[in-house]
C-alpha cells in the first residue's frame, strides 16, 4: 500500500513516502533558515533548536549507530570504553602486568562486538581464551601440515 506523509515544510502537501526526499529536495517552501535536515537520515527534518529532542526518537540515529558498532570500529570503540573504564596503570607494576597484551585485539572483531557488553567491565580476551585461540590455530595449522604431507 502507498504510504502519504506529510511534508515537514507544508502540511498541505502530501507525498508519496518513498518520494519524500525527492519532495524535500524540490518542495517550495523549502526552509534552510528555519529547518534543519537530520544527519542521519535525509528525509527528517526539524526546526532548529530541536535537534536533541530530534535525536532521541530519531530511529535512523539508532540503526547508524548499531551498524558503526557491528561493522568496524568496534574494537576501537570498545578500547576507548575499557580506557576509560580501566583504572590507570600502576606505575609499580609496570613489568609485571604487560598493559600492551590489551591493546589493538586484531582477532575476531565480531566476535568482540556480540561481546560488548560483557567486555565493557572485563578486559578482552582473557588467558584462558586466548590459549584456546592459539590452540584453535596451532590445529589448524597442522592440519594444514598434513594435507601438505
Ligand atoms: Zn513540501
Ligand atoms: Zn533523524
Same mark, same amino acid.
Given at each position: 500500500m502507498d504510504q502519504y506523509v506529510t511534508c515537514p515544510y507544508n502540511s498541505n502537501h502530501r507525498p508519496l513516502k518513498f518520494r519524500l526526499q525527492c519532495h524535500l529536495a524540490k518542495? *517550495? #517552501?523549502? #526552509?534552510e533558515i528555519n529547518f534543519e535536515t537530520c544527519p542521519f537520515n535525509a528525509t527528517h527534518i526539524y526546526r532548529k533548536g530541536q535537534k536533541e529532542s530530534h535525536f532521541e526518537n530519531c530511529e535512523s540515529r539508532g540503526d547508524l549507530e548499531r551498524n558503526v558498532y557491528q561493522v568496524g570500529n568496534s574494537s576501537t570503540r570498545n578500547n576507548e570504553v575499557l580506557a576509560r573504564s580501566m583504572p590507570p596503570p600502576r606505575i609499580n607494576n609496570e613489568n609485571e602486568e604487560?598493559?600492551? #597484551? $590489551? #591493546?589493538? *585485539?586484531? $582477532?575476531h572483531p565480531q566476535q568482540y562486538a556480540m561481546n560488548a557488553n560483557v567486555l565493557r567491565n572485563a578486559p578482552p580476551a582473557p588467558p584462558a581464551e586466548r590459549r584456546r585461540f592459539a590452540e584453535n590455530e596451532r590445529r589448524r595449522l597442522s592440519g594444514i601440515q598434513r594435507r601438505q604431507n
Open positions: 518542495c *517550495p #517552501d523549502r #526552509d604487560s598493559w600492551d #597484551d $590489551y #591493546d589493538a *585485539p586484531t $582477532y
